[in-house]
T-cell receptor, first 111, second 114 residues
Framework: GQQLNQSPQSMFIQEGEDVSMNCTSSSIFNTWLWYKQDPGEGPVLLIALYKAGELTSNGRLTAQFGITRKDSFLNISASIPSDVGIYFC???????????FGKGTKLTVNP | EPEVTQTPSHQVTQMGQEVILRCVPISNHLYFYWYRQILGQKVEFLVSFYNNEISEKSEIFDDQFSVERPDGSNFTLKIRSTKLEDSAMYFCASMNGNSKNIQYFGAGTRLSVL
């Protein structure tokens, strides 16, 4: 089935540093979503991307939908301790209404 | 802000027992979903539900699973005879069906099968 390959698996950074993570797929996805999950909670939407090449920001977060519709990246600038959590990319494979999730990037921010 | 609510937050059951996980989707949403997340793994799609019927399901969603929208507000997932490997976080999600295609997730129910 369709899979999203997310990297890196984990990141350990200092407060104030910028972060970048990405997702790739062997097949085309319609609509890419980036979620954050805190421990014991459900995924919370950060950014939604709808068009190939689209670049969208939400505060210190920026995400882009790749031109080929097979990849996306998420950048976090000037990280703060509350950025700690697991970040998931997710998307809809063509013709499906199910969300396919990446395996997540676990972010640790050292104060 | 409207949110998806799930109960209970933690359910402990014996293997072979039936469990019902409950969800109250956001009130004006039309599409409903169940996902599960085994500890340390990614979120996996189980089933989608629209217009009072299942619209899509995964291979995980076998005959032991069923979903129901018994009234205008609740959406339930039933596991008839739980197995050890059913232990996971179960997330309900809902979507309003406009062009934004955004699914909003509840906080989840942790199911522990002993």
């Amino acid at each position: 089935g369709q899979q999203l390959n997310q990297s890196p698996q984990s990141m350990f950074i200092q407060e104030g540093e910028d972060v970048s993570m990405n997702c790739t797929s062997s097949s085309i996805f319609n609509t890419w979503l980036w979620y954050k999950q805190d421990p014991g909670e459900g995924p919370v939407l950060l950014i939604a991307l709808y068009k190939a090449g689209e670049l969208t920001s939400n505060g210190r977060l920026t995400a882009q939908f790749g031109i080929t519709r097979k990849d996306s990246f998420l950048n976090i600038s000037a990280s703060i301790p509350s950025d700690v959590g697991i970040y998931f990319c997710a998307g809809y494979p063509g013709g499906s209404e199910k969300l396919v999730f990446g395996k997540g990037t676990k972010l640790t921010v050292n104060p | 802000e409207p949110e998806v609510t799930q109960t209970p937050s933690h359910q402990v059951t014996q293997m072979g027992q039936e469990v019902i996980l409950r969800c109250v989707p956001i009130s004006n949403h039309l599409y409903f979903y169940w996902y599960r997340q085994i500890l340390g793994q990614k979120v996996e799609f189980l089933v989608s539900f629209y217009n009072n019927e299942i619209s899509e399901k995964s291979e995980i969603f076998d005959d032991q699973f069923s979903v129901e929208r018994p009234d205008g507000s609740n959406f339930t997932l039933k596991i008839r005879s739980t197995k050890l490997e059913d232990s996971a976080m179960y997330f309900c999600a809902s979507m309003n069906g406009n062009s934004k295609n955004i699914q909003y997730f509840g906080a989840g129910t942790r199911l522990s099968v002993l």
